[in-house]
């Protein structure tokens, strides 16, 4: 079981930068057999959500939507009370800390 995580909002990127990253390395990601991946596109400094998070999640819920990836969980529904969130938590440990709070920021991508 493969995990890792991908930061796009490093060194605060524009939007379509950010975008173009997540889109190349979900990518690649496929191709290294990479199955989960933790993207960190952060929640926005206005309080509301700005717009790489914005673009990502939609962007990320279309390729469910689409069947390119097996799922897409935001971080806030990542919860005990999610039963796909439980069952990547127990393939990929390393979403412990996740189940623990509501992160805005996150969403868990299954490929």
Not at 54 to 62: F, I, M, P, T, V
Request: hydrophobic fraction near 35%; proline fraction near 3%; include cysteine.
């Amino acid at each position: 079981m493969k995990y890792t995580e991908l930061n796009i909002k490093e060194n605060m990127p524009p939007s379509q930068e950010a975008m173009s990253y997540l889109k190349s390395s979900l990518e690649r990601f496929k191709r290294e057999k990479i199955e989960c991946v933790l993207v960190i596109h952060g929640y926005g400094s206005t309080g509301k959500g700005g717009v790489i998070h914005d673009k990502a999640r939609q962007w990320l819920k279309a390729q469910e939507r689409n069947g390119k990836v097996k799922s897409v969980i935001s971080g806030e529904d990542f919860t005990i009370f999610n039963f796909k969130a439980l069952e990547l938590k127990n393939k990929y440990p390393q979403l412990q800390e996740l189940l623990k709070v509501c992160n805005n920021g996150v969403t868990v991508v299954e490929l």
